[in-house]
């Protein structure tokens, strides 16, 4: 689940927030606060060590961010394991202010990103790097320890220190696998946040989600569909011509596969199926049949289906691997329609062979997500969900049963891009009425 930012959503949440500045009601950072102390002295006094860092992001309203590392269990349930530090990002606007929990799901390199919710409320806000993800882990992972029960234990205790000092509300917001963290948390801690705003994400109810694949065979129009295939098919029947292009524009992006570069090519046009979904849909970009093959190839490399097959990534996200073949599934590729073409892959291929080493035997429990599905059908409240129509990780998305406090919107031709920015006007109030009901309830 790659995660990428754009330009359009920035411009239009600069449009949006002097709006939400007006509010007489969403909590401000505009009501006079007097800071009596330094931030660093102020968490200082709650055990923390905070270390003043740059700025990388375009918000006004937050003018000081800090990189603060708090020790965690590597088990809660048995402290004499040890520890690890894990780092969070702290962008400050006031101690009166709301706070925004942004869960990113995975690392976060930087302090760059700001979330709608921050922007919409002047919130103070926290960028979490999920365990055992970049910079939060130990030396050695001990991988047994990396569950969502875990992680959310994790959570818990940054809020709980954090809301000494700031004890306005708090809402909690992650996209794609953060979205996922960020409806964990709120299912084992439920009172640690007044809301929840969940963007893009999935709950997959087996280790690959049969839904997934429905939903690629009816996704978009039929023109569509039949477009993207007959794109897959004209590079497999110019297999060598193709791997050739493919070979010489890997070596001009500096990719290195973890797989041969046979494999990485077949993998890429498999997972260009569910890329070009996820984060395009637009038809007019697929280049036509008449179109040069190094055409078609640099469209390949475009929508960056060969990206999720580097060494890199495989051992960046690895940890996203693990996860998903023990408790949040999967998806893998169905190759029936690319029979007698291809050389390496002969039958349905799953994406455990291709990211997961063989020192590795895992095996897949389910009995979270079961049992979130549950609570959010029941127990669950104040709590937004946003998706993109044509994103297929909205096949395995959560839907509301309208019989408690959650709300779902799926935007229109939407991607895995798809955020508050993408609401029509009437939507956009519901949000903001949502929101400001529960923030001040």
């Excluded at 910079?135 to 205790?157: K, M, R």
């Excluded at 007019?284 to 049949?289: F, L, M, N």
């Amino acid at each position: 689940m790659k995660y990428l930012m754009i330009v359009v959503l920035i411009a239009y949440l600069f449009i949006l927030v002097p709006s939400c500045k007006t509010s007489s009601s969403i909590p401000s950072s505009e009501t006079s606060f007097e800071e009596p102390k330094r931030i660093t002295d102020v968490l200082a006094e709650i055990g923390l060590e905070a270390r003043p860092i740059t700025n990388d992001h375009q918000s006004t309203h937050l003018q000081e961010t800090y990189e603060i590392y708090i020790n965690q269990p590597l088990d809660h349930k048995d402290i004499s394991k040890g520890y690890f530090k894990q780092k969070i990002y702290l962008s400050h606007s006031s101690f009166g202010a709301p706070m925004v929990m942004y869960l990113s799901g995975y690392n976060s390199p930087n302090n760059r990103y700001i979330s709608e919710p921050t922007y919409m409320l002047n919130a103070n806000q926290i960028n979490v790097e999920h365990r055992f993800f970049g910079d939060s882990g130990p030396e050695e992972i001990p991988f047994e320890y990396l569950t969502i029960e875990q992680a959310a234990a994790d959570h818990h205790n940054i809020v709980k220190t954090l809301k000494k000092v700031y004890s306005s509300p708090w809402l909690s917001t992650g996209i794609s696998k953060g979205g996922q963290t960020t409806i964990y948390h709120r299912y084992y801690y439920p009172e640690d946040v007044e809301a929840s705003v969940v963007y893009v994400a999935p709950l997959n109810l087996d280790v690959e989600d049969e839904r997934i694949y429905t939903f690629l065979e009816n996704v978009g129009t039929e023109e569509c569909r039949n477009k993207v295939l007959a794109y897959q098919l004209e590079l497999l029947m110019n297999y060598d011509f193709a791997l050739g292009f493919f070979q010489d524009m890997t070596e001009e992006k500096g990719y290195e596969y973890g797989v041969p570069l046979e494999e990485a090519f077949e993998l890429s046009i498999f997972e260009y199926g569910f890329a070009f979904w996820q984060w395009s849909g637009d038809c007019a970009s697929i280049p036509e049949t008449d179109s040069s093959i190094r055409e078609k190839i640099e469209h390949l490399f475009n929508i960056d289906a060969p990206g999720f097959f580097t060494a890199s990534t495989m051992t960046d996200i690895f940890p996203f691997f693990y996860q998903s073949y023990t408790e949040m599934g999967m998806y893998g590729y169905r190759i029936a329609p690319f029979e007698d073409l291809t050389r390496e892959f002969t039958q349905d291929v799953s994406n455990y062979e291709v990211f997961i080493p063989d020192e590795f035997k895992l095996t897949y429990d389910g009995s979270v997500h079961s049992e979130v599905e549950k609570w959010l059908d029941s127990s669950a409240e104040d709590m937004v969900f946003i998706y993109g129509e044509n994103d297929p990780w909205s096949a395995t998305g959560y839907e509301p049963t309208g019989e408690n406090n959650l709300y779902r919107f799926v935007i229109e031709n939407g991607n895995h891009r798809s955020r508050v920015a993408h609401l029509s006007p009437k939507e956009l109030k519901q949000f903001k009425d949502s929101i400001n009901l529960w923030l001040n309830n």
